[in-house]
């Protein structure tokens, strides 16, 4: 029984008996088991076999069989939001964080603000106050100018 196998390292189509255990492809050189090869067709005619293997390697150089490809994970990432900078997204930043709290603390507005640093956060305040952005009712205590 003659058959038309395909090399799995370089997909060169090739005619094999198919009782054969091995077959060495003629143009890379690897051993092809071929039992476990995929046969595309199957002959007892070796005119037939030239000929399927002539029409396979045809078919072959527009649709080279590949393993489906594995779908991708996808990972989303959180994009860090940006420092408020002028007076208007400040107060917008701060307006939000009083709304739901009554009274700012300085731990609100480093949040609002995105600062982590106490030095910084102090100097951020004290230039607020100056500027009458905000206003502080009692000991660490703000609320802001309308």
Same mark, same amino acid.
């Given at each position: 029984?003659?058959?038309?196998?395909?090399?799995? /390292?370089?997909?060169?189509?090739?005619?094999?008996?198919?009782?054969? +255990?091995?077959?060495?492809? $003629? @143009?890379?050189?690897?051993?092809?088991?071929?039992?476990?090869?995929?046969?595309?067709?199957?002959?007892?005619?070796? /005119?037939?076999?030239?000929?399927?293997?002539?029409?396979?390697?045809?078919?072959?150089?527009?649709?080279?069989?590949? $393993?489906?490809?594995?779908?991708?994970? @996808?990972? @989303?990432? %959180? %994009? $860090?939001?940006? %420092?408020?900078?002028?007076?208007?997204?400040?107060?917008? +930043?701060?307006? /939000?964080?009083?709304?739901?709290?009554?009274?700012?603390?300085? +731990?609100?507005?480093? /949040? +609002?603000?995105?600062?982590?640093?106490?030095?910084?956060?102090?100097?951020?305040?004290?230039?607020?106050?100056?500027?009458?952005?905000?206003?502080?009712?009692?000991?660490?205590?703000?609320?802001?100018?309308?």
């Amino acid at each position: 029984m003659l058959g038309v196998i395909v090399c799995s /390292k370089c997909s060169t189509v090739q005619g094999a008996d198919l009782k054969s +255990a091995h077959v060495t492809c $003629p @143009r890379c050189g690897t051993r092809i088991e071929v039992k476990r090869a995929k046969v595309y067709f199957s002959t007892e005619s070796p /005119k037939e076999l030239a000929e399927a293997v002539r029409q396979i390697s045809e078919q072959m150089k527009y649709d080279i069989e590949n $393993p489906p490809e594995k779908p991708r994970k @996808r990972i @989303r990432v %959180k %994009k $860090p939001k940006q %420092k408020p900078e002028d007076e208007v997204s400040i107060k917008n +930043a701060l307006m /939000k964080v009083q709304e739901k709290k009554g009274v700012l603390i300085k +731990a609100d507005i480093g /949040k +609002a603000l995105q600062i982590k640093e106490d030095v910084e956060l102090e100097e951020a305040i004290s230039k607020m106050l100056l500027a009458g952005i905000l206003c502080e009712v009692s000991t660490d205590e703000y609320k802001l100018v309308l």
